[in-house]
């Protein structure tokens, strides 16, 4: 049905398309993912606990202002985001044109990539983990404000989720060595 029009070999492969690919595409996807998927996550932290908190606090008042600390830990998912991009950001290097496609070109590019995807997703479910638990901290101090402080360090242990993953993402993109120019 196709003929003898379709290439057969290692022209067709995927290993082949990404090694032709640009390590600085790679890099700068990893870059754009880690900074736009972590404010992500921060926005859709502040969104659950922000709902939790506007409702709860028509209940009791007295709630808005401390519980805005869960909010400050979601904005936090994005801050560890945007403080990975901009080392990420300091890893790239100028190449000449013949070691661009370089094994250590291609090391580089797709450690900062992987460095990238691992701070972007880790920060995206952070900031749910810390959305979650910032809801149910404004829910349970509407009825019971003894129990504050005891979610709030709940909430600690969620957000310490970003933390590792910004130092995974930095361990990575230390794999992250150009050639030197010739």
Known sequence: IFGPSIMVGA???????????????????GIAIAIGVSVLGAAW???????????????????????????????????????VA????????SVPASQIHAPESLRAGYAIFASGIIVGFANL???????????SCALSDAQNSSLFVKILVIEIFGSALGLFG???????SAQATWPSKI
């Open 166 to 172: 910004v130092i995974v993402g930095i361990i990575m």
């Open 125 to 135: 479910v952070c900031g749910l983990c810390v959305g979650i638990i910032g809801s």
């Open 11 to 29: 022209s067709s492969s995927w290993s082949r398309a990404l090694v032709q690919i640009s390590p600085y595409t790679f890099a700068a996807i």
């Open 86 to 93: 901009i080392i990420l950001q300091t890893k790239l290097e």
């Open 45 to 83: 932290g502040i969104y659950i606990t922000g709902s939790s908190l506007i409702g709860a606090s028509i209940k009791a008042p007295r709630i808005t202002s401390k519980n805005l600390i869960s909010v400050i830990f979601c904005e936090a998912v994005a801050i560890y985001g945007v403080i």
